[in-house]
Every structure is written in C-alpha cells, then in structure tokens.
C-alpha cells in the first residue's frame, strides 16, 4: 500500500506559479512511476504530467507542455510540480498517483494509488 499526500494548492492569479509536492509513504517509492492528473468541475479527470521512477523520461499533456515541470526526489519519497504561467483553465483539484512500471502512464487507469487531491484556482 502507498499512501500519497499532496500540498502546495492555493489560489494564485493569471501568470502566477504554485508548487505542488506530493509525499509517499512508502521506502519503494523509487520503483514507482509518478503521474499528476487534475479534474475541473463538470469535467473527466485529465492527465497532466508523469515522471518515470528514475527520473530520466518525463510525459506533458500538450496543455502544460512548457509551462509545468514534473521531478522527483527518491531520497525523500516526492513528487513535485512546478506550475508556470498559469491560467485560469489550469483551475482544478490536482491529485498525485502512482504506478507500476511498463504502463501507459497518461492513463489513470495505470494508477493503483491516488492522494486526495489539493485545489488549485487561478484567478482571472
């Protein structure tokens, strides 16, 4: 079992920037892979980013490519996401996942563990 407990949310303005950071539980962090998805209300949970456990190859969806930045430190179980630029669409809770490795990690369905989720809202 890997509990996931995300922070940093908060509300920020039009070209602002947040840090999310998500803490794992568990000491095998490291072969995990790690995903960020985000749900607006009325809307399906969408992909975001996600790191693979080493590091080394890192996944965008196209509407943060360039602006956010996924990274991991394995030494302290974490996750973090770097938001740049933001804009009001990017308004959603955030949730931090794992999984196993070799999956589709742009799916959530390659998860088998969510955190909470922590909001975030971008003012206009």
């Given amino acids: 079992q890997v509990q996931l407990v995300e922070s940093g949310g908060g509300l920020v303005q039009t070209g602002g920037s947040l840090r999310l950071s998500c803490a794992a539980s568990k000491r095998t962090f ?3 892979a790690m995903g960020w998805f985000r749900q607006a209300p009325g809307k399906e949970r969408e992909f975001v980013a996600a790191i693979a456990w080493s590091g080394a190859i890192v996944y965008y969806a196209d509407s ?4 956010f930045t996924i990274s991991r430190d394995n030494a302290n179980n974490t996750v973090f ?3 740049n630029s933001m804009k009001p669409e990017d ?3 955030y949730y931090c996942a794992a999984a ?3 999956r589709n990690y742009r799916t959530d369905a390659a998860y088998d563990y ?3 989720g922590t909001q975030v809202t971008v003012s206009s």
């Fill in 114 to 116: 969510w955190g909470q």
């Fill in 100 to 102: 196993p490795r070799g």
């Fill in 30 to 32: 490291s072969s995990y």
């Fill in 91 to 93: 308004t959603a809770v």
């Fill in 81 to 83: 996401l770097q938001m």
């Fill in 64 to 67: 943060v490519k360039g602006r």
